[in-house]
């Protein structure tokens, strides 16, 4: 299916024919083409669409277009009035499909309905009242009628007998209306449907009968701000799989309403308030399977009711003392129960037989002891509770699944009850907890954490859900981890109340050395960083405490960067001993990766070390050629060849590095060329070579599977460099999981070899020495070249005019890969223009839509190169340059002259060619509708010496 739009401007009908477009939005508001050019040009349409509503010069279908449209099936007529003297059954005989018409009488819809292949139909009926009718033989299988205004309405569809769905509704296409107060009926439908829905948010009195004996639905749902339902006016039906029944202001439902209903699977009552027997209205179902009753508690069972088919039952507002019934239901299988009042001694409770309950907004001390000793329970849910505690849950031996808490839409709070007496339930298998907002309600959450390690453990967050998949993980690694119930409790509590993990303590005597040792175990990543940073201290201390020397007895634990052979060379040359189990006479573990069984170590007696101490230790005792003094000038050949972009000049420093060693200022270079290589047998040899050096976040980030390979700098789809977009989408996510100077000192870095990647620094918000400095190595003698950081130079480098036109019109899609880049707002350090004198900014070409933040404070300059970006206004604090006398916004997205520029007193030349942006189809072309950006006369008359460049 293909697409063809038309406008004023754009009428090609004397081109070629074309065969595959079969859909004609029709957008013309002056020229009017013929129907024959129309016809000839689109032979195959299937579908016409008007797609105006409020454009009264669009002209409606008519009987001539149907000539040279001879496949049409489909009308869309954006809310275009018709009569009945427009409706032609002979040239609309094979009409399948009308969306969007405005009818106003009774002969306008029998005539539509009367075509003889309308299967579809939608309109808005406007119209103080009518009786609709459809017309005998309609072959209508669906439809749905707006009703914008009409006082009384009747609608007789009895001769569309293979209507399956009909939609009544005040909604117009754009939200609610404020609803229309109406009498509806008789309002009848054909044996055939299925489904039919009134929804409306004004008053409605419902007359029918709505059903025919027979009549065997699938869904009928009724909601009104007020429904008034006139006795019988359902009508009969031989079964209805759901009814749903919603009036928030309602009469009282009569109690003959379902009396015509021979079967019915499922009924939902939203009765906000409205009064009902229920007892007469579903006292005896033996078919119902399904109830759901909410907002109830004017509803009364004043009698007897037999529901022996139930498996499910939904109460809101139904006192508990109503609902004895429900243990002659023995095939209720979930019962849920929404502010039921006093569960007195709940005796109910432990009578009724269901498989899952789910209690809501309850106040009690404890849950009742019927309950507690109910052994068919399988599943329990208690919903903003207010108990302090549950109870001894130990005979509740069928209970499996149990969740606490859940947050109504409102987002209300409750304290968690104290959670201790879950831990004796005996066959339990998993917990859910949904916690409150404020976490400080959740005091008696800590007994999850001492669960058997089978429970499986599950916490939600209102409106938070990543927090709650972090919590959930943290507490399956507490819970499973070799530690005392009183570690587990401890870290939980913790946990619990952190809402962010950056907030976590670093203090040791918090969070000690079980838990980080568990959190390494259970491989649990946005943990990482702080526990890496406490190995690095423990390390530090360790070796402080008891120095690496010949008499250290080492255990590997985890993955270490130093492979197993060169740490049996180093131990056979400097005579340290090496240990394959954990014993007595070990003095240092060293804590590698991916650790495992961490709670055999003992912090008392075992000193925890990393890689880095050993590394230091083994340069100290050994320092390889390039570690020992007098080796600059190879250190230094060294680094040039990382520096170079050749892959072979990598891989021979690497294997220099290998014989030679590391130092330090070989560390980011080798960390580059780590992340940027795609040789995997290459990034083995630097992990290895960079293990134990730097710090922990350094060490982090090593072993981080993130790599920056061709593909950020190679070319898109079309044989177009990518820019910055990719570079930028990946660095935004890297400080969650590096550290983030690191993440600034890689994108220079990164920059200094392939003149991309610092445009994320330029957007950062938060100042520090490292971005500083960055930007005073844009400094030019006075001229701050915002371009070169900004990175987007290669995306234009040898550009062909058609390439330079559409960067110009639509950057978001030309300049950038696949959305990566978004809108990045770019930074100016305030403090710059204080400390060095800034008598030019260039930033042509930066992707800019705004000025940068705080140019403001750059007082000192006289030229401003805003070339090629897609700016459309100018910031008021343009006017704080008061020194400016160059000013060029050529090639942006301007559309009015800025009226700052009247405030720029000394400006002596302004260049607003192509300031504009180009037509999608006309480009620069004025003829075709391109409007160059003109300087008014006002400001020619007040800057007499300005000289303006500007389109011919």
């Not at 409020?54 to 009987?63: G, V």
């Not at 033989?137 to 009895?158: C, H, P, Y």
């Not at 005796?347 to 907004?361: H, K």
Request: with cysteine; hydrophobic share 35%; aromatic share 6%.
């Amino acid at each position: 299916m293909s697409y063809e739009s038309l406008c004023h401007y754009d009428l090609p009908l004397d081109g070629e024919v074309i065969e595959d477009a079969d859909i004609l939005t029709y957008k013309l508001k002056d020229n009017h083409p013929e129907w024959a050019a129309l016809g000839h040009r689109y032979p195959n349409l299937t579908h016409y669409c008007l797609s105006d509503r409020e454009d009264s010069a669009c002209r409606p279908p008519e009987p001539e277009m149907y000539k040279h449209f001879p496949k049409l099936t489909h009308l869309s007529l954006g809310q275009l009035p018709l009569t009945s003297d427009d409706i032609d059954p002979a040239s609309m005989a094979k009409i399948t499909s009308i969306d969007g018409v405005v009818v106003r009488d009774a002969d306008t819809f029998a005539k539509l309905t009367a075509l003889p292949a309308l299967t579809e139909l939608k309109l808005r009926f406007h119209g103080h009242e009518a009786d609709l009718c459809a017309a005998e033989g309609s072959q209508l299988k669906s439809l749905s009628i707006e009703i914008s205004a009409a006082e009384r309405l009747s609608i007789d569809l009895t001769h569309a007998r293979q209507l399956q769905k009909c939609h009544l509704s005040d909604f117009n296409y754009f939200g609610r209306r404020e609803g229309v107060d109406m009498a509806l009926g008789p309002v009848q439908m054909p044996r055939s449907i299925k489904e039919f829905d009134l929804t409306t948010e004004g008053k409605v009195a419902l007359s029918g009968p709505l059903l025919q004996a027979g009549t065997k639905a699938g869904q009928i749902r009724m909601q009104s701000r007020q429904l008034t339902l006139a006795p019988g006016a359902l009508g009969e039906a031989a079964h209805i799989d759901l009814l749903h029944l919603n009036s928030r202001d309602g009469s009282p439902i009569p109690d003959d309403l379902l009396d015509g209903i021979e079967a019915m699977d499922s009924l939902w009552l939203w009765l906000h308030g409205t009064r009902a027997n229920l007892t007469a209205l579903i006292g005896n179902r033996p078919q119902l399977r399904s109830l759901h009753m909410y907002e109830c508690s004017l509803a009364e069972f004043v009698g007897p009711v037999s529901l022996p088919a139930m498996t499910r039952a939904e109460f809101d507002g139904t006192p508990l003392s109503q609902l004895g019934w429900l243990t002659d239901c023995p095939k209720l299988s979930k019962l849920v129960l929404n502010r039921p009042g006093p569960l007195g001694d709940g005796a109910l409770l432990g009578r009724i037989t269901t498989q899952e309950l789910v209690l809501s907004d309850i106040k009690e001390a404890a849950l009742p002891l019927p309950l507690r000793q109910n052994t068919d329970l399988e599943t329990l849910q208690i919903r903003l509770p207010e108990m302090p505690t549950l109870g001894d849950l130990s005979a509740m031996t069928g209970l499996r699944h149990l969740r606490i808490g859940g947050n109504d839409h409102n987002g209300r709070n409750y304290v968690v009850p104290n959670l201790d007496d879950v831990l004796t339930l005996p066959n339990l298998e998993s917990v859910r907890l949904d916690l409150p907002q404020d976490q400080e309600e959740a005091t008696g959450a800590e007994a999850l954490a001492c669960l058997p390690h089978h429970v499986f453990c599950m916490v939600d967050l209102f409106n938070r859900g990543s927090r709650g998949e972090q919590l959930s993980k943290q507490l399956s690694i507490i819970k499973n981890a070799e530690l005392t119930e009183e570690q587990k409790r401890r870290y939980w509590r913790v946990l619990l109340d952190t809402p962010k993990i950056k907030d976590l303590p670093t203090d040791d005597g918090v969070l000690d050395a079980p838990f980080h040792m568990a959190m390494l175990e259970g491989k649990h990543t946005p943990l990482k960083s702080l526990a890496h940073n406490w190995l690095q201290r423990t390390s530090q201390a360790s070796i402080k405490a008891r120095p690496l020397d010949e008499t250290a007895v080492l255990f590997i634990c985890g993955k270490s960067g130093f492979k197993a052979a060169e740490l049996k060379e180093k131990a056979a040359e400097l005579g340290f001993t090496l240990s394959k189990t954990l014993n007595d006479n070990v003095s240092h573990v060293v804590l590698g990766g991916n650790p495992k069984n961490t709670s055999a170590i003992d912090p008392n007696q075992h000193l925890i070390i990393d890689d880095s101490a050993l590394k230091q230790w083994f340069d100290a005792a050994q320092p390889r050629f390039l570690q020992q003094s007098g080796s600059e000038g190879m250190v230094e050949t060294v680094l040039e060849m990382l520096a170079s972009p050749d892959h072979n000049s990598h891989k021979v420093a690497v294997s220099m590095l290998e014989q030679g060693g590391v130092t330090e200022p070989m560390l980011m270079p080798l960390f580059l060329a780590l992340k940027t290589t795609s040789d995997k047998a290459m990034r083995k040899t630097i992990q290895g070579l960079l293990a134990g050096l730097g710090s922990a976040d350094f060490q982090l980030a090593v072993n981080d599977r993130v790599y920056f390979e061709d593909d950020l700098r190679g070319v898109d789809w079309e044989g177009h460099p990518t820019g910055e977009g990719p570079m930028m989408k990946k660095l935004k996510t890297l400080p969650k999981r590096w550290d983030r100077a690191l993440v600034i000192d890689f994108a220079k870095a990164y920059f200094d070899r392939y003149g991309e990647g610092l445009l994320w620094v330029l957007t950062q918000k938060e100042e520090c020495p490292q971005r500083r400095a960055i930007i005073d190595g844009l400094v030019e003698g006075e001229t701050l070249n915002w371009h070169k950081g900004c990175g987007m130079a290669r995306v234009l480098e040898g550009a062909d005019e058609e390439r330079l036109e559409n960067c110009h019109r639509s950057p978001d899609i030309y300049m950038q890969h696949c959305f990566d880049l978004g809108s990045p707002k770019t930074r100016l350090p305030e403090a710059l223009p204080r400390d060095t004198r800034i008598t030019e900014l260039a930033m042509h070409n930066c992707y800019l839509d705004s000025l940068p933040a705080n140019i403001e404070h750059y007082t000192d300059v006289t030229r401003l190169n805003l070339r090629f970006n897609h700016i459309e206004t100018l910031s008021p604090k343009l006017a704080k340059l008061t020194e400016l006398e160059e000013l060029d916004l050529s090639y942006n997205h301007f559309y009015e002259f800025p009226k700052v520029l009247m405030k720029l007193k000394k400006l002596k030349r302004l260049d607003l060619r192509r300031a504009s942006p180009p037509q999608y189809r006309g480009g620069y072309d004025t003829d075709e509708g391109y409007e160059p950006l003109r300087a008014p006369e006002a400001f020619r008359k007040a800057f007499p010496q300005c000289e303006i460049l500007e389109d011919e």
